[in-house]
């Protein structure tokens, strides 16, 4: 039996490892409040749906971080407070962010949430983080690419500059 191989739970966290979850909860409380508010901005149905579950897996993130913190006497980060609720018709025009603004923004965090991921999974020594941090990278690719169809479906998708005629690749 080598050094650090009984129950993951039971190892110690390293110094970089508790930096990583406790900044990965305070960004996922994070996401939870601005998520909210840019939910109240949204006109479609699917993107409020989108920011349901952008929200809801925000909230497992911070929870399941905590707990990791929690067990290893580190105090998490605390929970930002919660935003009084709004309605679209209520938020002047000139603030109001519109939904081919607000699904590229998705599209940007939960891009920054994948790297963040690998690379918390790449520092780690604890497989039990590994293997959280691997759940939340598939659920954020998962997401992910949920954005990226709306997007194309909704006609919201800005396209950088698409090779429409290739290159005839010659034969040596």
């Known amino acids: 039996m080598g050094i650090l191989s009984g ?32 939910k109240f901005h949204a006109g479609d149905t699917e993107l409020k749906k989108m920011f349901d579950q952008l929200i809801e897996q925000a909230e497992l993130e911070a929870r399941e971080c905590d707990t990791i913190l929690n067990r290893n006497g580190i105090v998490p980060p605390p929970a930002l407070p919660d935003r009084p609720e709004a309605k679209l018709e209520d938020i002047p025009i ?56 709306m997007s194309k479906d909704k006609g919201w998708l800005v396209p950088p500059p698409l090779q429409i005629k290739r290159p005839e690749l010659v034969e040596a």
């Open 94 to 149: 000139g603030a109001r962010y519109n939904d081919v603004e607000i699904a590229p923004m998705l599209s940007v965090d939960l891009a920054a949430g994948l790297v963040a991921c690998s690379q918390i999974m790449g520092t780690s020594i604890r497989e039990d983080v590994i293997a959280l941090f691997t759940k939340y990278h598939a659920a954020k690719a998962e997401m992910g690419l949920k954005v990226l169809r």
């Open 7 to 38: 129950n993951p739970k039971n190892e110690p966290l390293h110094y970089g490892e508790i930096y990583d979850v406790w900044q990965f909860s305070m960004i996922a409380k994070g996401c939870i409040s601005s998520n909210k508010a840019l």
